[in-house]
């Protein structure tokens, strides 16, 4: 993160590599040392581990026999798990690109000044502090199409009653409900800050010209914001990719396979049916979508602020 | 119309749009809380009831009664507190000194690093840890859950402390390493003590992470060291039409969590929206 923001800050010089930045960094290295080797401990040595079972016919409590690249060879025809692919993106898709613009439209309406801002502002972020698990538990009951409140809701607004997660064709965007719910907060206080930040002369010298609102918002507030936006996008991409909780607790990734996301899949082989090897496999795909996606996303923030 | 109420009317106009707009933000927030408290203080009748019932008759708080006296809840909640204590303990003790040493020397790649940690699936850790752990026979302690539990808030620490000493005034450091400080002495005395409210943050946010996270505790944890949001995932899988008691449960689990983020709840948005862009 500490690489998205510097570039674009233009504060301080980026730290070159050779001597110079070397000879700053050196006797600040003792304070960083003990938190790198708990880091690469926990991090490092499950990934070793993890590619390595991958290349394995591993079962937990049957021995285990090398088998190159089957797992892989195996995955790229195994449909579950090219749907589970599919059901990740359209997922990831609308829990980022929703909770994205109701975010900035909220961080807009809290960025104005008004009696008990703060107060509401609270209130509006408690979502992202509430416990997923407990959360996801109140949706169930609410889903739930014969007794749930969702359906009365909208009973009182004339429309017919939804299956909502019940249902192949509604459970995804069903789930992503949750998930909007969840972390448009977090969105919005990213933006917040971007908001906060802005400098205010370019607004007077824009009213002097006579500029619109509307004006002043595409040509001011939105490309100085559009780097936190960037930062909320791509951390919200990650962590939409990876979402686990929702998902898990409200339909189990069902019904039947229909919300089974890659990460549901995994916990499926990893701790379901214990297929070990498959499920490393799975975890080495996993991240290298999620590294590309993230990539991608940067050069395309970095492309962007070029032109 | 003269100029005058014409201004006067366009603010009112601008006004009741701000209101409304705020209005409709909260209303799914506020809802979703006001039937969760709702379920946990009604009876099952009312609660399965159609149409759902919004204010009830009667009011009970038979189900709480029944979250802590059908499962062992103050297990559960000893086993989150000394998971979430220690890993965000360990995460302070590791995490500041390398946040200043960041955001000192400016090693921006090493915080590269924070990011990747938070692009790896929580699983990949826990297939391999899953694997150890069993081979060291630590399964059934909740250690296990507390060490993986690093996993998410070391970085977070970091991550806040970076944004919080790179805004830090370096003067009072200089002088002091001129009169002579070591630059442990410097971080110590000097910018350790100026960094209270980041570490408040940095620890708050760390242990409320730590406390929502489910993953983990889902996979290490047995009968006896389970953590609040497994015990109430599990109330789920055993009782799903007892409406009341979950919805009971689900308020027990949050409780703590609401109840700091109410109260360090600037320094939050703050603290988010700094290190954010770090």
Known sequence: MVDVSMAEAGAGPVPQKGVEGERRLRPYLLFIWPALIVCSAVIIFPWLFTVWMSLHDFRIGSPMTFIGLDNYKDLATNRRFLESIGHTFYFTVLSVALPMVLGTLAALVFHKKFWGRGFFRTLFIMPMMATPVAVSLIWTMMFHPQLGVLNYLLSLVGLPPSQWVYAPGTVIPSLVLVEVWLWTPFCMIIVLGGLASLPSEPYEAALIDGASQWQMFWKITYPLVAPFLVVALIIRTIDALKAFETIWVICNGGPGTASETINVYLYNQAFAYNQVGTASAVVVVFFAIIVALSLILLWARQKAAWT | ?278
């Not at chain 2, 081979?135 to 539990?149: D, E, F, Q, Y």
């Not at chain 2, 970091?158 to 002495?185: K, N, S, Y």
């Not at chain 2, 497994?230 to 969590?257: H, K, Q």
């Open chain 2, 1 to 278: 119309m003269t100029p005058r109420t014409r201004r006067r009317i366009r603010r009112l106009a601008d006004r009741t749009a701000l209101g409304l707009s705020v209005a409709v933000l909260l209303a799914p927030c506020l809802f979703v809380f006001f039937w969760m408290v709702s379920l946990s203080v009604k009876y099952d009748i009312d609660n399965t009831a159609w149409p759902p019932v919004f204010w009830p008759e009667q009011m009970t708080f038979e189900n709480f009664k029944k979250v802590f006296e059908e499962s062992p809840m103050f297990l559960y909640f000893w086993n989150s507190v000394q998971v979430t204590g220690s890993a965000t303990l360990v995460s302070l003790l590791l995490g500041v000194p390398a946040g200043y040493g960041i955001a000192k020397a400016k090693a921006n790649r090493m915080a590269g690093v924070l990011l990747l940690s938070r692009m790896t699936p929580g699983l990949s850790y826990l297939i391999p840890l899953f694997t150890l752990f069993q081979i060291i026979g630590l399964i059934g302690t909740v250690w296990p859950i507390a060490l993986t539990h690093l996993v998410i808030t070391l970085p977070i620490v970091v991550w806040i402390m970076i944004g919080f000493f790179e805004t830090q005034p370096h003067e009072l450091e200089e002088a002091a390493r001129i009169d002579g400080a070591t630059l442990w002495q410097a971080f110590r005395y000097v910018a350790l003590p100026l960094a209270r409210p980041g570490i408040v943050v940095g620890a708050i946010l760390s242990f409320i992470t730590s406390w929502n996270n489910f993953i983990f505790g889902a996979v290490f944890a047995g009968r006896t060291t389970r953590t609040m949001p497994v015990a109430v995932y599990n109330m789920l899988t055993f009782e799903s039409f007892a409406w009341g008691p979950l919805a009971a449960a689900a308020i027990v689990v949050m409780l703590p969590v609401i109840l700091l983020t109410i109260v360090i709840q600037k320094e939050i948005v703050q603290g988010l929206s700094t290190g954010g862009v770090k």
